[in-house]
């Protein structure tokens, strides 16, 4: 069935209500493990159907964010969905505290149980308005980002819109068009710097009606992070100081020399080759062709799942009016369908979506087996292994997208994830002192950013831009105003998939098997358990990183463009 043929329907809450509450008293009460499975059956067919229709409400909201009938739904989830969160939280109680819980551990597995009791301490009737509030600034800063009208080379542009711009190989252009993008968050400076002030206090509100004593351990647990903690993630952010950041520094370093400038500057930071970025030599259809193609010589479980998600329509790839900016892959259970959105811009960033988010849509398509939702999905920093392991299972099959221009993307594709880790852990240690410090005023925060930018990005030149110069890159960082604490996760499966990366080189059908198990398994297991499974090495341990950056660093050294 095609995603357009999806029936949306508002669930009624209140008969919801009812017949979970109905279900979940008689499981409460059985001492029949067969009822048990049978009535947690029943309960997560309802609670599927839900996520279902929140799914597919969302979804058409972000591809056009002036649908006033979809805008008024996403209104209402934003309203509803923490008495839906108090329904589950109602479904866990019974579920860790039921007299056959040993039974029910040995039936569905720790990792279901350990969730559910992480989730257990972030919920509590009390902050019900309090998580309304949250998602409805949330949404504002959603809406704001899409609003972005930029008069751009005769045309007006939304943010995703200025991308081919900033890349241009045109420097006076790449200037021209970040200084157009910075003057609509200048603009806005003062409502993107309300909506995040508003959030923390919010989050800092819930954080202490729960009894926290800050917002930090409330993130980490509403991150689902159970088998690691903020002094391990410390750790390995300073892993990453004396590892990565000098090779990152040393690629920007041979950038300018490639280019032929005296400095680097913010606007040159994203361009490669003085005859510019590899770019894809076709248009978006073009591109979901070639992607047919080599998912089907990929091997027979991406040829399956390829054709799933273009015969049912389940892609909207291009940028257009009123869409909201960014990329993500979302899962209806009730069609047992991934979802792949992204804003499709004539730049190498369109084969990376098909590749990232497919590897998203791909794990998610490989364990819909798993009924129960908190498992279908892994946690966010192993879900983001599938997704940029994927990038590089895929290297194979870069020439049909790039021609001539292979050599310079599988360069810019590795130099860009080594760049990237120190960008993420700077992103990670910034909320870290934002939540350590929930009083601080706007422009206190900015220049926390620029202080910690010069410790992870220390070639950043922002000299002709007083406004970034102040600290404002992170207002287009959509992950620090709507899931705080999501980040870290990117450079920990960051360091996984570089992982990968080594073992293709050396066994690409070895390395592919195990990559296919760990899709199967969905999140039954936590990180560092589903790292086992793939037989990759925890980044938190003693010289992961260092081992791996000598084979990258090797690797670029003696690459031939």
């Known amino acids: 069935m095609k995603f357009k043929d999806f029936k949306y329907e508002r669930p009624n809450y209140d008969l919801i209500k009812e017949t979970l509450t109905n279900l979940m008293q008689n499981l409460k009460a059985s001492t029949d493990i067969q009822e048990q499975k049978h009535l947690i059956h029943e309960i997560n067919t309802i609670r599927n159907n839900i996520s279902s229709m929140s799914s597919i409400a969302n979804i058409r909201h972000t591809i056009n964010t002036e649908d006033k009938f979809y805008d008024d739904e996403n209104e209402y989830w934003d309203e509803i969905s923490p008495f839906y969160q108090e329904l589950d939280t109602n479904f866990y109680e019974i579920l860790v505290n039921h007299s056959n819980k040993n039974n029910l551990v040995l039936e569905y597995g720790d990792q279901l149980f350990k969730l559910m009791e992480n989730s257990l301490k972030t919920f509590s009737p009390e902050i019900i308005e309090d998580l309304q509030e949250e998602n409805k600034e949330v949404s504002k800063y959603v809406k704001l980002l899409a609003s ?8 007006e542009r939304n943010l995703s819109g200025m991308t081919p711009f ?31 002030d508003n959030l923390i206090k919010i989050r800092v509100k819930i954080a202490k009606k729960l009894g926290f004593d800050n917002f930090i351990e409330l993130g980490y647990l509403r991150m689902n992070r159970v088998d690691y903690n903020a002094e391990m ?3 390995f ?11 990152a520094s040393s690629l ?21 080759f003085n005859d510019g970025n590899p770019t894809p030599k076709g248009d978006s259809n073009w591109i979901i062709e070639q992607g047919k193609k080599m998912y089907h010589e990929l091997s027979s479980e991406t040829a399956e799942f390829i054709d799933f998600m273009i015969e049912n329509d389940l892609m909207d790839l ?10 993500y892959c979302t899962f209806i259970p009730d069609y047992k369908s991934p ?3 992204s804003n499709f ?3 190498s960033g369109d084969i990376d979506v098909l590749t990232h988010e497919a590897g998203h849509a791909f794990q998610v398509y490989r364990s819909s087996w798993i009924e129960i939702p908190e498992l279908l999905w892994a946690t966010y920093e192993s879900s983001e292994i599938h997704s940029m392991s994927m990038e590089f299972f895929t290297w194979n099959w870069m020439e049909n997208f790039f021609k001539e221009d292979t050599n310079k993307y599988k360069y810019l594709h590795l130099s860009s994830a080594i760049k990237f880790i120190p960008y993420g852990v700077l992103v990670d240690h910034f909320q870290h002192k934002i939540y350590e410090n929930p009083n601080l005023t706007p422009a206190e925060r900015k220049t926390i950013w620029r202080k910690l930018e010069k410790v992870y990005k220390p070639h950043c030149d922002y000299s002709e831009n007083p406004f970034l110069e102040k600290g404002t890159w992170w207002f287009q960082q959509a992950h620090i105003f709507e899931v705080p604490f999501y980040y870290i996760d990117y450079t920990l499966a960051q360091i996984c998939a570089l992982q990968f990366w080594q073992k293709m080189n050396k066994n690409y059908q070895e390395s592919w098997k195990d990559y296919l198990n760990l899709c199967h398994e969905g999140g039954i297991k936590s990180f560092l358990n589903l790292l086992k499974v793939a037989n990759l090495k925890s980044p938190f341990e003693e010289n992961c990183v260092e081992n791996i950056i000598e084979d990258v660093k090797k690797y670029l050294d003696e690459f031939q463009f």
């Open 148 to 155: 972005a009208k930029i008069l751009f080379d005769g045309k």
């Open 166 to 196: 900033i890349l241009s190989k045109d420097r006076t252009i790449r200037k021209a068009a970040q200084e157009a993008k910075s003057t609509f968050f200048i603009n806005n400076e003062n409502k993107f710097d309300e909506i995040f």
């Open 233 to 235: 993630v410390d750790c």
């Open 237 to 247: 952010r300073k892993q990453v100081i004396e590892s990565i950041v000098p090779l």
């Open 252 to 272: 920007y370093e041979k950038q300018k020399a490639r280019l032929g400038l005296e400095s680097l500057k913010y606007y040159d930071e994203k361009f490669e």
């Open 318 to 327: 291009t940028t257009k009016k009123g869409k909201a900016g960014g990329g």
């Open 339 to 341: 979802f792949i959105f």
């Open 345 to 347: 811009n004539g730049t």
